[in-house]
């Protein structure tokens, strides 16, 4: 991916700050690592944070795994969340909307006569013409 590409205005970057020593950082790798595959215009960074300490200086990580998501030159989040791809997942895609599909939906409400929107099967949340469901 190149990140100075005209076509990319706005490249994301998602970088995981983990320690080859912790056991979630070594299960979580793979999983981290698969996201590439789902997000190709995004370019994703494994950084190990004792390998790399004079890199991520004065930075300290306290808890893992940490994630740093950057849109163009701001960072958008950095913090520690929950090992499962289905969060990381949720995180990227809320700062790459225009490539990727979003997870809820916009029903018309001229399609229901001016009424809030129906769920269509499975379990969903419903807030101001807005259907939340699931990732599948």
């Known amino acids: 991916m190149n990140l100075d590409s005209p076509s990319n205005p706005n490249p994301v970057l998602v970088a995981c700050l983990c320690a080859d ?14 996201m590439q595959a789902r997000f190709p215009d995004t370019q994703f960074l494994w950084i190990d944070v004792e390998d790399e300490a004079d890199l991520l200086h004065p930075l300290d990580v306290e808890d893992f795994p940490t994630i740093l998501l950057a849109v163009g030159d701001e960072a ?9 791809p289905e969060m990381l997942e949720r995180l990227v895609r809320s700062h790459t909307r225009a490539q990727h ?3 809820c939906s916009q029903r018309g409400r001229e399609s229901r006569g001016g009424q809030n929107p129906k769920p269509h099967g499975g379990p969903s949340h419903q807030k101001k ?8």
Do not use: H, N, S
């Open 129 to 136: 013409g807005l259907i939340l469901r699931p990732a599948l």
């Open 76 to 84: 958008r989040f950095f913090g520690t969340i929950t090992p499962q």
């Open 101 to 103: 599909p979003p997870l």
């Open 21 to 34: 020593w912790c056991g979630v950082c070594r299960d979580y790798r793979a999983r981290f690592e698969q």
